[in-house]
């Protein structure tokens, strides 16, 4: 019933831009929370960020923080990671999750992931 669904990946030159946003049904909106993880080849999933449904406090990684921006949008039901000055090391399926049970910034926290979008910065 709850689904997640992430656009806005794409190949982008280092020093780039990019906004992912994730629209996520089924899920109730004042108790859940919404964050970011990323994934790249041959390595564990990753927490980049954390935003509440209500309140205001964000959490972010320490390798983005200062670049990334997490946001939300709760009329259209719409989480969106803005990603600036991208970096190589920043290329990885990027994928959004809900409903934190525990840590923010483990994976074992959240109960509902989407697809996942490919995120490539190149040199």
């Known amino acids: 019933q709850v689904q997640l669904a992430e656009s806005g990946g794409g190949l982008v030159p280092a020093g780039g831009s990019l906004r992912l946003s994730c629209v996520a049904s089924?899920?109730?909106?004042?108790?859940?929370?919404m964050a970011w993880f990323r994934q790249a080849p041959g390595k564990e999933r990753e927490f980049v960020a954390h935003i509440p449904w209500t309140g205001g406090i964000t959490t972010y990684a320490d390798s983005v923080r200062g670049r990334f921006t997490i946001s939300r949008d709760n009329a259209k039901n719409t989480v969106v990671l803005q990603m600036n000055s991208l970096k190589p090391e920043d290329t990885a399926v990027y994928y959004c999750?809900?409903?934190?049970?525990?840590?923010?910034?483990?994976?074992?926290?959240?109960?509902?992931w989407g697809q996942g979008t490919q995120v490539t910065v190149s040199s």
């Open positions: 089924g899920l109730t909106f004042s108790t859940d929370s």
């Open positions: 999750a809900a409903r934190r049970l525990g840590t923010i910034t483990t994976v074992a926290a959240y109960q509902y």
